[in-house]
């Protein structure tokens, strides 16, 4: 009877560690070929990391914004602004069109008469605006020496202020303001007036721009 309780219990025993053993890996670790002694294991965020994500938005702006001051560019992209944001392919209620506002008849005169071309092509638009201001300030350059450091209805006249009105409403309606000193003042489809856009875009530096009668756009 002990026999067979003995065979019983010791036999399924040497079994199982007989199985334990062959599952046993013959290969040891050796914990030491995988220490971490030596390197650098420095997880914390750096300190200038922290004072880059602790700047202000206004001098994240002040960066990347260039200072255009009164330059040329700065007048004609300040103009496009208020004229259509500055979107070249925008046309708005009344037909004008493109990042300066062109009306088809402006652009025939100064060589374009394909207006879909002219809408599609930024290029295109940027000739035309310096060739139109070039006409402009050809019919205007005695208006402009006469009348370039005078106060007319509370304005101070410039030259970028004349040049912005006459892109607006054209020369004539800036001769009748500047020669009615300020009682006829034009004022567009949408209530923007010669004698504002005198104000908002006077000062600037327009001297590049050359007056040419006869003004056209290569293309």
């Known amino acids: 009877m002990y026999k067979k309780i003995v065979s019983n219990v010791i036999g399924p025993f040497a079994?199982?560690?007989?199985?334990?053993?062959?599952?046993?890996?013959?290969?040891?670790?050796?914990?030491?070929?995988?220490?971490?002694?030596?390197?650098?294991?420095?997880?914390?965020?750096?300190k200038n990391i922290a004072k880059v994500e602790k700047k202000d938005t206004?001098?994240?702006?002040?960066?990347?914004?260039?200072d255009l001051g009164t330059s040329f560019e700065a007048f004609k992209e300040a103009l496009a602004f208020k004229e259509s944001q500055g979107n070249y392919f925008t046309v708005n209620t009344f037909g004008y069109m493109g990042k300066y506002q062109f009306?088809?008849?402006?652009?025939?005169?100064?060589?374009?008469?394909?207006?879909?071309?002219?809408?599609?092509?930024?290029?295109?638009?940027?000739?035309?605006?310096?060739?139109?201001?070039?006409?402009n300030k050809w019919i205007l350059r005695r208006d402009i020496e006469r009348f370039t450091g005078k106060t007319i209805s509370g304005v101070e006249i410039t030259e970028s202020g004349i040049l912005a009105a006459a892109h607006l409403a054209g020369a004539g309606s800036v001769k009748k303001f500047l020669r009615s000193y300020g009682s006829?003042?034009?004022?567009?489809?949408?209530?923007?007036?010669?004698?504002?856009?005198?104000?908002?875009?006077?000062?600037?530096?327009t001297s590049f721009i050359e007056p040419d009668k006869r003004a056209k756009v290569s293309i």
């Open 15 to 46: 079994v199982c560690f007989l199985i334990a053993l062959a599952l046993y890996p013959t290969t040891i670790i050796n914990p030491e070929q995988y220490s971490t002694d030596g390197l650098e294991l420095d997880f914390d965020t750096p």
């Open 58 to 66: 206004t001098e994240t702006e002040s960066v990347f914004t260039p």
């Open 184 to 205: 006829n003042n034009f004022a567009d489809g949408y209530g923007s007036t010669v004698r504002y856009y005198m104000k908002r875009f006077a000062g600037y530096d």
């Open 103 to 135: 009306g088809k008849e402006t652009l025939k005169m100064i060589g374009i008469y394909n207006p879909n071309q002219f809408l599609n092509t930024p290029e295109l638009q940027e000739k035309a605006f310096i060739a139109y201001t070039k006409r």
